[in-house]
Structure formats: structure tokens, C-alpha cells
């Protein structure tokens, strides 16, 4: 039973072209969401996140929406670079939960071609 | 060093047998994660440290999986009577204090087991 549904496995984007990247809950404990970046042959990287409290934050060409209602966030990276092509995961935690305790998807690939 | 260090990168080992993987956190950071990712999965977690203490081992599978951080240092993940489904990268992750958006992932540790 995943909690957290990333259900593009892949994503193609032109440079310069924004990409929306998905992901969906299905626990309305949740209420801390972060996207991480992964190249290959390397760990995960904090790439952004958002409290269950904002519906929106921004840093730089990156934007997190979360949709409560929906339960669904959305990650914009605007515009899409090559160097951003990479795996995005994203996780959840929630209130009770230990910190440690990150529930992710399983990834979407991007692919930005120049 | 700079980062969070993973030992070793790769790891060969036959059903059946003992493996320990170490991890180096960033000097002091208190928490410490390990997290296990599957071929086409994200990371699934597996327990967290702090300081010394495992504050979250709800994640470890069974009972052939332990780890321990003596010093509140160095962390060690010790698998027993390997098998076949133990193949996976693990990953290990610090952080300064707690909290999953400070976290600092290693490189992992890519364990076979034939």
C-alpha cells in the first residue's frame, strides 16, 4: 500500500521549458512534504519543502504547490536546465512521526534535452 | 570529510552470510538515518539515531537487521543469514539535529547477495 505516488516513472522537457513533476498522498496525517534530487551513483539531495500550513513555496526555479484538498503537490523548476536532469523523489513525514521517518515515492526520472 | 561517507560502495556476499556497512555522518551532526532503496523503489526507512540512542527502528525489517552508533559517531548496519531479497542500495544520512530537510545523504552502500 503506497502512502506516496509519484505515477510518472519518467518525464521528457525541452531546455528552457518549465516540467511539472507530481505526486500524490494518500495519509492526511501527513504534514511536511520535500522533494529530493538523485543523480546516479550518489545519494539523495534536499532539493525543496513545504508545511502542511503553506499552499505554495518558491526558491529560485524551484516551486513546491501543495493541494490539501487534493493531496497532491506538484514540483515547478522553471526554466528546466539539463543539469536538472536527474531522479525526483518525493516524502512526506508527519506530526507523531519521528524525523527520521520519511515516507517516499518512487521516483520520477527528468530528462531535459537541450 | 566534507561529506557523509559510505563503506564499502560495494559489497558482494554469498546467502547466508554476516554483512556490516558502515557509516561516517558529517562530525557533529547528532542524527544519524539508514535507509534502504530497492531497484525501481524510493528509499524505505529503516531506523534513525540520536546521538546514541535508536530513537526509530520501526523501519528495520526483521530481526537479522540491527544497527548500532556506540560513540554517537560512526553507525554500523549489521545484516544476518543474508538473502537474496537483502539486495539493495543503503543508504545512510545525518543531519545536525533532526528533521529530514537538513539531511545529508551518503553515497550508499550497493549490497549483493548471491
Known amino acids: 500500500d503506497q502512502q506516496v505516488k509519484q505515477n510518472s516513472p519518467s518525464l521528457s522537457v525541452q531546455e528552457g521549458r518549465i516540467s511539472i513533476l507530481n505526486c500524490d498522498y494518500t495519509?492526511?496525517?501527513?504534514?511536511?512534504f520535500l522533494w529530493y534530487k538523485k543523480y546516479p551513483a550518489e545519494g539523495p539531495t534536499f532539493l525543496i519543502s513545504i508545511s502542511s500550513i503553506k499552499d505554495k513555496n518558491e526558491d529560485g526555479r524551484f516551486t513546491v504547490f501543495l493541494n490539501k484538498s487534493a493531496k497532491h503537490l506538484s514540483l515547478h523548476i522553471v526554466p528546466s536546465q539539463p543539469g536538472d536532469s536527474a531522479v525526483y523523489f518525493c516524502a512526506a513525514s508527519w506530526v507523531g512521526g519521528s524525523q527520521g521517518n520519511l515516507i517516499f515515492g518512487k521516483g520520477t526520472k527528468l530528462s531535459v534535452k537541450p | 570529510g566534507a561529506g557523509v561517507s559510505q563503506t564499502p560502495s560495494n559489497k558482494v556476499t554469498e546467502k547466508g552470510k554476516y554483512v556490516e556497512l558502515r557509516c561516517d555522518p558529517i562530525?557533529?551532526?547528532?542524527?544519524l538515518y539508514w535507509y534502504r532503496q530497492s531497484l525501481g523503489q524510493g528509499p524505505e526507512f529503516l531506523i534513525y539515531?540520536?546521538?546514541?540512542?535508536?530513537?526509530?527502528d520501526s523501519g528495520l525489517p526483521n530481526d537479522r537487521f540491527f544497527a548500532v552508533r556506540p560513540e554517537g559517531s560512526v553507525s554500523t548496519l549489521k545484516i544476518q543469514r543474508t538473502e537474496r531479497g537483502d539486495s539493495a542500495v543503503y543508504l545512510c544520512?545525518?543531519?545536525?539535529?533532526?528533521?529530514?530537510?537538513?539531511?545529508?545523504f551518503g553515497q550508499g552502500t550497493r549490497l549483493t547477495v548471491v
Open positions: 539515531f540520536q546521538g546514541t540512542g535508536a530513537a526509530d
Open positions: 544520512a545525518s543531519s545536525p539535529r533532526g528533521g529530514p530537510a537538513e539531511a545529508f
Open positions: 495519509n492526511s496525517m501527513f504534514d511536511y
Open positions: 562530525s557533529g551532526h547528532t542524527a
